[in-house]
């Protein structure tokens, strides 16, 4: 009887430590291809990505960057907030606007546009 309790302990305790941990978005950062941008001197055109870069639990950044998703930032640092109901993601910006886009998997999240377009950010590693 006490060692099937004993067994019954240990499997208890294994079980609840291979329970997945809950998804969290904090320290990652997420982009995506932006636009052709440029142009204006000597046919300098670059790539712009967006990136999304989440700071806490609710808040996140959205930067403009340069050539690549890790290039100079171009323009103003964005700072919105943002709720995660995995999969879905909500990120409402200062106008009002709530954005709500759908994980495929955890390294990859779409917003979808009334026009049909999508834009997919994978995640910076």
Same mark, same amino acid.
Not at 86 to 91: A, C, F, G, K, L
């Given at each position: 009887?006490?060692?099937?309790?004993?067994?019954?302990?240990?499997?208890?305790?294994?079980?609840?430590?291979?329970?997945?941990?809950? %998804?969290?978005?904090?320290?990652?950062?997420?982009?995506?291809?932006?636009?052709?941008?440029?142009?204006? %001197?000597?046919? @300098?055109?670059? @790539?712009?990505y967006r990136?999304?870069?989440?700071?806490?639990?609710?808040?996140?950044?959205?930067?403009?960057?340069?050539?690549?998703?890790?290039?100079?930032?171009?323009g103003d640092?964005?700072?919105?907030?943002?709720?995660?109901?995995?999969?879905?993601?909500?990120?409402?910006? @200062?106008?009002?606007?709530?954005?709500?886009?759908? %994980?495929i998997d955890?390294?990859? %999240?779409?917003?979808?546009?009334? @026009?049909?377009?999508?834009?997919?950010?994978?995640?910076?590693?």
């Amino acid at each position: 009887m006490v060692i099937s309790a004993i067994l019954l302990g240990v499997v208890s305790c294994k079980k609840e430590e291979e329970k997945e941990k809950p %998804f969290s978005l904090v320290g990652k950062s997420y982009s995506a291809y932006a636009y052709r941008g440029g142009g204006f %001197f000597n046919d @300098d055109y670059y @790539d712009v990505y967006r990136v999304y870069r989440f700071v806490s639990e609710t808040e996140v950044e959205k930067t403009a960057r340069k050539s690549n998703p890790k290039g100079g930032i171009i323009g103003d640092i964005d700072n919105y907030t943002y709720t995660l109901d995995y999969p879905t993601i909500t990120i409402k910006y @200062d106008n009002g606007v709530k954005r709500e886009g759908k %994980f495929i998997d955890k390294k990859n %999240f779409r917003f979808e546009y009334k @026009d049909g377009s999508v834009d997919e950010y994978t995640l910076l590693e």
